[in-house]
Nanobody, 126 residues
């Protein structure tokens, strides 16, 4: 199990930017793929982005492609989500997640992730 703590959420105007951080505990971070998911009020949780353990592979939901960037710093046990050109429809609670299986990079399904943070709220005003 990996303990995850997100930070960086807040209120921003449409077109603005936010950077989310997720600090992870545990010595397996550098061998674990990481992901970001979000859940808007009244909606199901959805995949946002994921990154492989080395950072060499990433993939994104179509809705955020070109606007969001996921990255990681294995020396700091931290994964980031840079969000630019934010839209009101990006409003949601954002969750960091760690892959269930080390050295496994899946298709971004929530079932592939076994540890979750508590979430950080992002609100984009129009």
């Amino acid at each position: 199990q990996v303990h995850l703590v997100e930070s960086g959420g807040g209120l921003v105007q449409a077109g603005g930017s936010l950077r989310l951080s997720c600090a992870a505990s545990g010595r397996t971070f550098s061998s674990t793929a990481m992901g970001w998911f979000r859940q808007a009020p009244g909606k199901e949780r959805e995949f946002v982005a994921q990154i492989s353990w080395s950072g060499s592979s990433t993939n994104y939901a179509n809705s955020v492609k070109g606007r969001f960037t996921i990255s990681r710093d294995n020396a700091k046990n931290t994964v980031y989500l840079q969000m630019n050109s934010l839209k009101p429809e990006d409003t949601a609670d954002y969750y960091c997640a760690a892959a269930r299986i080390p050295l496994h990079y899946g298709a971004g399904h929530a079932a592939d992730f076994g540890s979750w943070g508590q979430g950080t709220q992002v609100t984009v005003s129009s």
